[in-house]
Structure formats: structure tokens, C-alpha cells
Nanobody, 129 residues
Framework: QVQLVESGGGLVQAEDSLRLSCAAS????????MGWFRQAPGKERDFVAA????????VAAPSVKGRFTISRDNAKNTLYLQMNSLQPEDTAVYYC??????????????????????WGQGTQVTVSS
């Protein structure tokens, strides 16, 4: 079972940037589709972005498209989320997730938490106005 550990969160001001990292414990990371989700207080966990095992395909939620970029380094077993032009509404706990199934994702299945099997503990991102 892969262990996922997020890092890089913090308190920033509006329009600042942050880069989140997610370190995986196993080399099988390189075969997993990976995703980022976030959860604000009192709200459901929402999809942010995802990337296929090769990095060839990425998907982003409309609310972050053009501002956030997901990437991965399979040699380092690490997933990244570069977040630019942060806004107060981006404040949330950010989680990385791994999908162990090799079956491809289509349409809204990318956005569903149940499409992913393993989760990290999360890292807090707070954006002040």
C-alpha cells in the first residue's frame, strides 16, 4: 500500500504562489494516475487536478485552470501542484490521491474521490486577502 505525504502548504497573501509536493513511498507511484483534491471548512472534498502515470494527460477543475499546474517526477516518486495567483477562495486542506487501477478515467470520473484509492494526510493552504 503506497503512503503519500504532502508538504509545501502555508499562509500566503492573495496573488502569491505556492508549490505543493506529494512524496510517495513506493516505486509503483510511477504507474499510478495521481490527483489533487481540496477541502475547505464545512465543504465537501473537491477535485483540483489530476495527471496520468506518464504525465501525458492532465485534467484541471475550471476554478483553477490557468492558475494551477500539476506535474510529476516519477524518478523521485513525487507529485507537484504549482499554484499561482492564489485567492482567498483557494484556502483549504489539499490532499494528494493515487489511483492504483490501470483502467482509464473518462469524463467526470476524473473528478470523483472514489476513483482514487490512496490518500495523504493533507497540507493546509491559507490565502489572506
Amino acid at each position: 500500500q503506497v503512503q503519500l505525504v504532502e508538504s509545501g502548504g502555508g499562509l500566503v497573501q492573495a496573488e502569491d504562489s505556492l508549490r505543493l509536493s506529494c512524496a510517495a513511498s513506493e516505486r509503483t507511484f510511477g504507474s499510478y494516475t495521481m490527483g489533487w483534491f481540496r477541502q475547505a471548512p464545512g465543504k465537501e472534498r473537491d477535485f483540483v487536478a489530476a495527471i496520468t502515470w506518464s504525465g501525458a494527460t492532465t485534467v484541471a477543475a475550471p476554478s483553477v485552470k490557468g492558475r494551477f499546474t500539476i506535474s510529476r517526477d516519477n524518478a523521485k516518486n513525487t507529485l507537484y501542484l504549482q499554484m499561482n495567483s492564489l485567492q482567498p477562495e483557494d484556502t483549504a486542506v489539499y490532499y494528494c490521491a493515487a489511483r492504483s487501477s490501470s483502467a482509464p478515467l473518462y469524463g467526470t470520473s476524473w473528478y470523483k474521490a472514489h476513483s482514487y484509492d490512496y490518500w495523504g494526510q493533507g497540507t493546509q493552504v491559507t490565502v489572506s486577502s
